[in-house]
């Protein structure tokens, strides 16, 4: 029988650099604890049964270059705290159901929109959803508002 003390099982995990999870069917909340595992260079989470928000301190993870967290059902904003990984050179947060203004900061609003499509309630650069009177919002509200306005 072995037993793993919780110092070695937490400095072993520390020098995990990537993980590929894709197609898993893992569902639940991505743990918040995930973001303490600061080596880590790429995340695949992506094809799986995901929801609720993406950990407010995923920003923590500095060494990330790769994050792919699309094709599963989370909900809310994207943390800002994202816009502080500088060496993230992949995302892909697509087809989720993420909602409100895309984080400030070059580095996310460097990415191609395809990075975002999918997330109707998300909007901001680089979506750019603009209606004619100058308003950024949500994709859907703005064609909505649109069609209305063409209609009256």
Known sequence: ???VRGN???STLGLLTGTDLSRNKLSGEIREELSTL???IFLNLSENQLEGKIPMEIGSMKSLESLDLSINKLSGIIPQSISSISFLSYLNLSFNNLSGKIPAGTQIQGFSP???MG??????????HIDEAGT????????MKTTMDRLI
């Open 119 to 128: 997330n109707h309630e998300l909007y901001g650069p680089p979506l750019n």
């Open 136 to 143: 950024e919002g949500p994709m859907q509200t703005i064609q």
């Open 114 to 116: 395809l990075s975002f």
């Open 1 to 3: 029988m072995s037993v």
């Open 38 to 40: 600061h080596s880590l």
């Open 8 to 10: 070695e099982y937490n």
